[in-house]
């Protein structure tokens, strides 16, 4: 069923398994996928040789979905079937929305996330956003010749935990196996310092469609360090794009224009922005709904003069991270624009003004994030090279914290943490023989809950009846690879475990990203489950193949009887592997994941111990 | 499950357990253990390697974390010779040093009410000297003298001060943003 994969002489220490791995930038304005062949990275074009894929999905009546140039073109005609920059709406509640100003959508308040009412019926932003990953999943399946292993899914730096976690189960409903997000600046840091073997400290601006992100990253040989990172996730080309419309709308008297009108106006100010960049005057025509043709004009003195406020905006993130590194603009060594957005003259002088140097942006800033994802996904395939040994440390971009008394937030995990980070904290009852406590998790730097971001909302049952004060609760939070967060609750004191980990109230349950995986009408059937079975399968040979490795380095560490369960394990795996169901080799997967665990911890052990070992020469210094 | 929490922080990098310390070779240490055990390493393995990954990699940022920072360290090396520096419980002070901080707290009300970012970078810059004879008499505390209970009273003005100059950045970061 699965292709055999052939890969490129010389690229890979196991030939025989490498594996097709792709870096996807999931943008507000246009989407794109990259992947690494012959030893560098490059964006995949579709059948017409287009590499950018507009993020633009359109909603027929008869189920029919159009992605792409297909679907932007039909914009103007039906807005409201017709969905540009979802990325705006991921994670986010109706009273955020209403913040970008007027949008020709039929918007439905539902719990957690806004929802948008379309031809084919009510679509939620992870749905519309899985169908641009599902294209370019097929885009690159087809040019690779064969099913991904996985994918890096790339998201602005500055996203909180809900549009992290939606852009995670979109990935997952389009059918990837997502190997890790990448926050966009990190990914456009990668690509560029890998190119240019640069070292020393870099700000990296990232200004696109609708989001924006300033990193400080400090590169050494081999190490991204990201020292902090800063920005505003709803801040971005689109915004300039509707201050033009506004700008028009005021001058023009079209204040009452429809929904089809918003659309066209919008267009047309983007159309006018980009020529503004290399013009001093642009100009695009309209026609209105009720037929009225216009030719609407800009002067570029005109245009930097009602966003003047919108370019001022971008200062306040970048002074926030260079403070947070405990930098000035002078310490920074380069400065490399990201973004579309980022070609605005206006914006490219006040960039160079603030840090004293002339920007870089010698790449693509359309295609740099997708080549930087592209690099750690074929890494975390395990595809890299001897010589290829590289390490991204990332931090997490907004302070976690819990509600106390009052509607205070108590910081847990302060924000520029270097993620994985876990930070427990302890609290007590409040009153004598209090059995429950209600935990409410929130992100964000402002003291009040209320001008925080509401993360999850949780209840801690069962604590032993005690006197006010005497309990002892332990609130973990930990925040993965990913940037994803999990928190758990116990109580100390009895040794009594009341334990619960959540997950974030917006994000999908597993159930649900199940069932509109059963509603995808491209997946009949027969074709799921032969998908499944293929996943398990691949899942269950990389295990074999690593469990293999492991004992032929390490299996002295194993008792003779503990090898022989292992390898029981690992041999009944092999035979479910070559059967037909998909849930008999996922449990036999299951097992000799169990069964493996303290292995794996005593291999860790090793590991470190080697590691100590090796630096105790000469390298310490005593005292 | 837990990675083994046998050696302290110091040992986990290998370095002498004692508050003076070469930042260089910590980083370099860090660098060498993330290196390891980091979960990019593991991406495509089994899920209880990459489960164990993730414990070490925030084993390592949190030990790391707690050494870079001079405070941070000096708490830690008292904790490991059994002295509470009871920072949340006791918050007596000397005199000299309550009007000390009353005086810098008045200066930062009046920055603050005043809307005058250049008086409050002032008191940051007091603070940063403070800060740093502060740090030298921690280091000779905690090394020669060994005398703990004098560690353990640094600490606590040393948090003052975090805490302060905090308080100065919040109010510098409202006034840039200009909030109140």
Request: charged share 25%.
């Amino acid at each position: 069923m699965s292709l055999l994969q052939i890969s490129e002489p010389g690229e890979s220490p196991e030939p025989h398994q490498r594996r097709l791995a792709v870096g996807i930038d999931l943008g507000t304005t246009h989407s794109l996928v990259a992947t690494v062949r012959s030893s560098s990275a490059e964006a995949l074009p579709d059948g017409e040789g287009r590499v950018l894929l507009p993020s633009v999905v359109r909603y027929l009546p008869d189920g029919a979905v159009h992605v792409g140039d297909d679907a932007k073109a039909r914009a103007g005609d039906d807005p409201a079937n017709t969905i540009v920059s979802v990325k705006r709406f991921m994670g986010r509640g109706v009273a955020d929305v209403a913040k970008f100003g007027a949008l020709p959508y039929r918007f439905v308040d539902a719990p957690g996330m806004v929802g948008i009412e379309t031809a084919a019926g009510l679509r939620s932003p992870v749905q519309v956003s899985a169908e641009i990953l599902r294209t370019l999943r097929e885009r690159a399946e087809q040019t690779l010749g064969g099913e991904l292993f996985g994918a890096v899914v790339t998201v602005p730096a500055y996203f909180d935990d809900s549009q992290r976690q939606a852009t995670k189960d979109a990935a997952k409903l389009a059918g990837l196996n997502v190997l890790r997000l990448l926050n966009e600046p990190t990914a456009a840091a990668i690509a560029y310092g890998l190119d240019n073997a640069s070292q020393g400290t870099f700000a990296i601006f990232d200004l696109g469609g609708g989001t924006f992100d300033l990193s400080i990253l400090k590169l050494t040989r081999g190490v991204f360090e990201v020292l902090s990172t800063s920005g505003d996730s709803a801040l971005g080309g689109d915004d300039f794009d509707q201050a033009i419309a506004v700008h028009w709308r005021v001058h023009h008297g079209l204040a009452d224009a429809s929904g089809k009108d918003t659309r066209r106006l919008l267009v047309a100010a983007r159309q006018v922005k980009e020529a503004l960049s290399t013009q001093e005057e642009a100009g695009a025509d309209v026609t209105l709904s009720w037929g009225q043709q216009m030719h609407l004009k800009l002067r570029r003195a005109e245009f930097e003069h009602i966003t003047a406020a919108l370019v001022q905006k971008t200062l306040g993130p970048t002074r926030k991270a260079l403070r947070d590194a405990g930098l000035k603009p002078a310490d920074v060594d380069g400065v490399v624009l990201v973004g579309g957005a980022t070609r605005m003259p206006h914006l490219q002088r006040a960039v160079e003004s603030y840090f004293g140097r002339e920007p870089l942006k010698d790449l693509d800033p359309d295609q740099v994030v997708a080549i930087g994802a592209a690099i750690q996904a074929n890494a975390l395939a395990g595809n890299r090279s001897a010589d290829d040994d590289w390490l991204l440390l990332d931090v997490t971009p907004l302070s976690l914290g819990l509600e106390t008394m009052g509607g205070l937030v108590e910081r847990v995990i302060p924000r520029n943490s270097t993620i994985p980070v876990a930070r427990a904290q302890e609290f007590t009852t409040f009153k004598d023989g209090q059995s429950a406590m209600a935990i409410h998790v929130v992100q964000g730097e402002r003291e009040l809950v209320s001008d925080c971001r509401s993360l999850a909302r949780f209840e801690l049952r069962g604590i032993p009846p005690m006197v006010a004060g005497a309990a002892r609760i332990a609130v973990t939070f930990q925040v993965d690879a990913d940037g994803l967060l999990s928190v758990s609750a116990q109580e100390k004191t009895t040794g009594v475990l009341a334990s619960v980990v959540v997950k974030p109230s917006y994000g999908l349950t597993d159930d649900e990203v199940a069932r509109m995986l059963r509603e995808g009408f491209d997946h009949a059937q027969a074709d799921r489950d032969a998908r499944l079975l293929a996943e398990q399968q691949v899942e269950a040979a990389a295990m074999l193949s690593a469990l293999r490795a492991a004992l032929a380095a390490d299996g002295d560490l194993l008792s003779p009887a503990e090898r022989e369960s292992l390898e029981a394990r690992a041999a009944s795996l092999e035979r479910a592997a070559q059967g037909t169901d998909p849930r008999a080799v996922k449990s036999a997967v299951e097992a000799v994941n169990r069964a493996s665990e303290s292995f794996a911890a005593r291999r860790m052990d090793r590991t470190i111990a080697r590691a100590l070992a090796g630096r105790h020469i000469g390298e310490v210094p005593t005292s | 499950m837990n990675p083994e929490f046998t050696r302290n922080h110091f040992e986990l990098f290998g370095l002498p357990v004692a508050f003076a310390l070469e930042l260089e070779a910590l980083e370099r240490a860090y660098l060498d253990l993330q290196s390891r055990v980091h979960p990019d390493r593991f991406a495509s393995a089994g899920e209880s390697e990459r489960r164990v990954a993730m414990q070490w990699a925030t084993r390592a940022n949190e030990a790391y974390r707690t050494l870079r920072n001079p405070l941070d360290r000096a708490r830690y090396l008292l904790g490991l010779k059994g002295f509470d520096t009871g920072e949340e419980s006791n918050t007596s002070m000397p005199a000299d040093f309550l009007m000390q901080q009353m005086e810098w707290r008045e200066a930062v009300e009046a920055g603050r009410a005043g809307d005058d970012p250049a008086a409050l970078e002032a008191v940051r810059g007091e603070l940063a000297a403070a800060r740093r004879e502060m740090q030298a008499l921690l280091a000779r505390a905690l090394g020669g003298d060994r005398n703990y209970e004098a560690g353990c009273s640094l600490v606590r003005k040393l948090r003052f001060l975090d805490r302060l100059e905090e308080e100065i950045d919040d109010a510098l970061e409202a006034a840039s943003e200009g909030r109140p």
